[in-house]
């Protein structure tokens, strides 16, 4: 059960105005979970709110946890080099970082995406709805996101979904079963600000003292 919350966190810790578009600026964003099971409840409890910054500029997206109980994460995607990099700081693991391929056409099979009817309005943004279906290595879940295509940036979460699915999500509902475990999960963007970042945010070099994490 721990294994399966840590997971989580790690993946999506992550993998963050008008209608005018943004390719430059921070946003800020949280993400909320739950459980039925008492037990796994109790721990994410413990965990509280993961609060996410996320650092984004034309093609490159930074994106930044800092949680007690789960450490640190960082994940930066650059959708030039076509390539993810993350870095994991916390008491079960150390330090460790997997530098992965972003696929020109990537695999969705087990992935359903269907576009919704429902639309919203999310800190001044016009969002479309997309209803995502996933069956992969024992996990099934199930997603309701509202993206909007005024914020040019890729998303962890969201970057491998293909052609199918369009936007940065500023809303996410997220149910979650494995092994006879169920979590809810809830990804919010509370802020968005257009404003100049460093291109340092986006290194693809692991910093030192970091090890590769083997089999991922």
């Known amino acids: 059960m721990k294994k399966l919350v840590f997971l989580l966190l790690a993946t999506f810790s992550i993998s963050m105005v008008a209608q005018e578009k943004i390719t430059e600026g921070v946003i800020a964003s949280k993400m909320t979970m739950s459980s039925p099971n008492e037990q796994m409840n109790a721990q994410l409890q413990m965990v509280g709110d993961i609060n996410i910054i996320t650092y984004f500029k034309d093609d490159k997206t930074r994106s930044e946890t800092n949680n007690p109980m789960s450490g640190e994460s960082v994940s930066i995607i650059d959708t030039e080099a076509k390539q993810m990099l993350t870095l994991l700081n916390n008491p079960m693991m150390g330090k460790k970082f997997t530098l992965s391929d972003i696929n020109e056409t990537p695999d969705t099979s087990g992935i359903e995406i269907t576009k919704g009817d429902e639309t919203k309005t999310i800190l001044g943004y ?11 290595q024992g996990v099934a879940m199930t997603m309701k996101v509202f993206t909007t295509e005024a914020i040019e940036a890729s998303n962890q979460q969201t970057v491998e979904f293909g052609e199918k699915f369009k936007g940065f999500p500023l809303l996410m509902t997220i149910n979650v079963s494995q092994a006879g475990q169920d979590m809810a999960m809830t990804y919010e963007v509370t802020d968005i600000k257009k404003e100049s970042v460093s291109d340092d945010k ?15």
């Not at 016009?126 to 992969?136: G, P, R, S």
């Open 126 to 136: 016009n969002c479309e709805q997309y209803n995502i279906t996933m069956n992969q």
């Open 202 to 216: 986006f290194s693809l070099t692991p910093p030192e003292g970091y090890e590769k994490m083997e089999g991922m």
